[in-house]
């Protein structure tokens, strides 16, 4: 196990899975790209916790529904970090609609950031493994990459996506020495989901096998992992970090009482 990463781009890193994830890697000894789409602070603020860890942040906005531009901000990062040996695809969105209700706007808004930006984004990282002693590509997916949910079309579809694409990738760069995972997290505490990076297990979730909804930092631990020396026999795999959520298809079936499921 040669390969010793010491650099590393976190997207979507100002709060929440992303900001875990930053300060984890930069715990493990690597320097660490930050970014951010609205939320400058948030951003700031991750890179002086990477600081205060002893490592070296740099911080840039990214918007990856600006395509291709939004590789070119993987470039530079990757030029002031001095290389690159681990990207974390973490930035992306959700437009929830029924599906008969769903514009194409928004799909397109939402595909456009959770698939193809993640794709240039991808593409740009790994140009900068190959040819090196290996890499990390390591996508941010969601349950959702496995099992649909209402009103989520446009999203479940960008995550499938997203999933499969990971998947050829791993084929394709393996004889590289870059590995390319997913982790897919079920309903995390975060701003994203209102919960304002709050302590989940005080919040009761009965559907889900643990109880409870995860921690941004249950989801940056399994990113470590496969960012790590030890993951180096791991490839297209999804890791999914949901409280046992996936398991519970027919059991959940079987025990719902009402309708209220068929809203978005």
Known sequence: MTFQPTRAIVTGSDSGIGKATAVALAAAGMDVGVTWHSDEEGARDTAREVEALGRRAVVRRLDTSDIPACGEVIDELAAKLGGLDVFVNNAGTGDNAPFLDLTLDQWRHTVSVDLEGAF???????????????????????????????????????????????????????????TVNSVAPGEIATPMTGQEDEDPRATDRPGVPLGRPGDAREIAAVVAFLASPAASYVTGASYAVDGGMLQMGPQAGSHIESDDWRQA
């Open 120 to 178: 240039v984004c991808l593409q740009r990282a790994a140009r900068h493994m190959v040819g090196g002693d290996g890499g990390r590509l390591i996508a941010i997916t969601s349950v959702h990459e496995h099992q649909p949910r209402v009103g989520s079309a446009a999203y479940d579809a960008a995550k499938h996506g997203l999933g499969g694409l990971m998947k050829t990738i791993a084929l394709e760069l393996g004889r590289e020495g870059i």
